[in-house]
């Protein structure tokens, strides 16, 4: 593994994802919509500062998490689509190596992200004159943790479909369902049957453990597995 | 070094698996295809459209691999999971997309880092000034014409410096002063001692720079010739009986 051909194409989707202008409008979104959870606050009265945070927390969560698979699944997909990914697989450069620098570089970027939205959000606190939490920051993280996983199985569905809409759709819909994996589970507990969905579930990550003492090491396993099956398969994809 | 072999390529074949949603296709490519390119030619290689020779150059680029047949190197085989080989070649693809918001001097960066490549402004200056780009160094590639895009194109297969040149269709497109100009920089680029192969549409390019060509038909290879043997014929009649 070339470590230096990696950072070089983590740093061309840097680059890429700051020239677009889908990133300036969700950048933008995220700047507004927090300075309006400072009017939602507002109208709770009492409850200010929770509002402020549950809603900041929440819109960020959304945002970059739309921002990183979109931009994931557009730039491999129009890697493919326009021939460019010829140009970079003719240099000593391994498919799975462009994929990671890739992959890499929107992880890298979605922090990025996420770090400076926050930095805006604690301005906004101390104007208003309220006491920056620990707490934040530790949600933040956990948002990122998340937004890794997703990415990473959002990944595996780029490989296979190279689909931006496809890809998108089914990463969504894991995100959606990985918040209520311990529900479903307790649900098909009291039915008869359904023993495939049962497994089926033991595929997607179970977001209710990521605040739990070994929530860190199993997000990572989630992580690392879908990573590695996008990169082997993709290192074995014929790209035509 | 005039009839060293740089490049010898031994009966490959290539078939496309093609996934429709319920069943599989198989589209062959190319089959048994051999020839070789000396050291310091520009060999050409003319088909119609779908004959095959994107496919042969993206095997000789390690883009895809030969379902079976062999290619040799500077005389070392290239195996499958070998890359090593390719910091000695520059591709050039037909309608060469390059990331918009780079600029010309980016670009080449990025394209010569993938090659190991530990650039300082002169080299770069030197490539840029070759094609005729220096002037639009810190432009950014979105507003290059097809024109320029091309020549960024040469310039970021040259920018690390490589013995071979494989060019995909780079008139394609073009207006005719274009053409004339990546015409005058390949023969420069010969005379510099590069080697290069050449995959056109166009007979009459092909016809006035080229020292060997390869006509290509279906996926099979219908005929070599040299270019002593063209100038009694007509090339444009040869290719019509041998590629239609």
């Known amino acids: 593994m070339n470590l230096k051909t990696i950072k070089h194409i983590a740093i061309s989707s840097i680059y890429e994802a700051k020239g677009s202008k889908f990133s300036y409008i969700i950048f933008s979104f995220l ?5 309006v959870s400072i009017l939602l606050g507002i109208m709770a009265v009492w409850e200010e500062k929770k509002i402020l945070s ?4 929440s819109i960020t969560q959304v945002g970059v998490l739309f921002w990183s698979l979109i931009m994931l699944a557009t730039s491999i997909s129009s890697d493919i689509e326009t021939k460019r990914i010829y140009l970079i697989l003719s240099r000593p450069v391994r498919k799975y190596e462009y994929l990671l620098g890739r992959f890499l570089g929107i992880i890298i970027l979605s922090f990025l992200i996420i770090v400076f939205v926050t930095l805006i959000f604690f301005i906004l606190l101390l104007i208003k004159r309220y006491k920056i939490e620990w707490g934040y920051v530790n949600n933040l993280g956990f948002i990122f943790i998340k937004i890794c996983v997703i990415s990473s199985i959002s990944l595996l569905f780029t490989v296979i479909t190279t689909s931006v ?3 998108f759709i089914i990463s969504m819909m894991v995100w959606f369902v990985a918040h209520f994996v311990n529900e479903l589970k307790f649900a098909l ?11 089926l579930l033991y595929l997607i990550p179970d977001f209710s453990l990521i605040d739990k003492k070994i929530g860190y090491v199993y997000m990572f396993v989630y992580f ?7 990169l082997i398969l993709f290192e074995r994809k014929e790209i035509t | 070094m005039k009839n060293e072999k740089l490049l010898v390529i031994t009966s490959i074949s290539k078939t496309y698996i093609i996934k429709d949603l319920f069943k599989k296709r198989y589209k062959r490519a190319v089959s048994d295809v051999s020839f070789s390119v000396n050291r310091g030619e520009i060999v050409g290689i003319l088909g119609l459209n779908g004959a095959g020779k994107t496919t042969i150059i993206k095997m ?12 040799e190197f500077e005389g070392k085989e ?6 090593d080989y390719k910091k000695n070649i520059g591709y050039l693809g037909e309608l060469p997309y390059f990331y918009p918001f780079f600029t010309a001097k980016q670009t080449l960066e990025f394209y010569g880092g993938l090659s190991d490549m530990d650039l300082d402004e002169e080299n770069i200056d030197s490539v840029l000034s070759t094609v005729g780009i220096l002037k639009y160094k810190g432009e950014k590639v979105k507003n290059f014409s097809k024109g320029m895009m091309q020549k960024l194109a040469i310039a970021t297969t040259l920018i690390h410096n490589p013995s071979f040149l494989i060019y ?9 002063i274009a053409i004339r100009d990546i015409r005058n920089l390949l023969l420069f680029l010969k005379n510099e001692g590069k080697t290069i192969l050449l995959s056109s549409h166009s007979i009459s390019e092909v016809e006035k720079i080229c020292d060997k060509v390869i006509i290509i038909k279906e996926g099979k290879l219908s005929l070599i010739i040299e270019k002593e043997k063209w100038l009694d014929n007509n090339l444009e009649d040869i290719f019509v009986n041998y590629a239609v």
Do not use: A, H, Q, W
């Open chain 1, 54 to 57: 549950d809603f900041f927390l």
């Open chain 1, 165 to 167: 809409y496809t890809s």
């Open chain 1, 224 to 230: 690392f597995i879908f990573t590695l099956i996008s």
């Open chain 2, 60 to 71: 000789i680029c390690g883009i895809t691999k030969p379902d079976s047949g062999k290619i």
């Open chain 2, 168 to 176: 995909d269709e780079p008139t394609s497109g073009l207006d005719p």
């Open chain 2, 78 to 83: 290239i195996r499958p999971f070998d890359i």
């Open chain 1, 189 to 199: 507990s009291k039915i008869n049957g359904f023993i495939f969905m049962k497994y």
């Open chain 1, 31 to 35: 700047v507004i919509l927090s300075y």
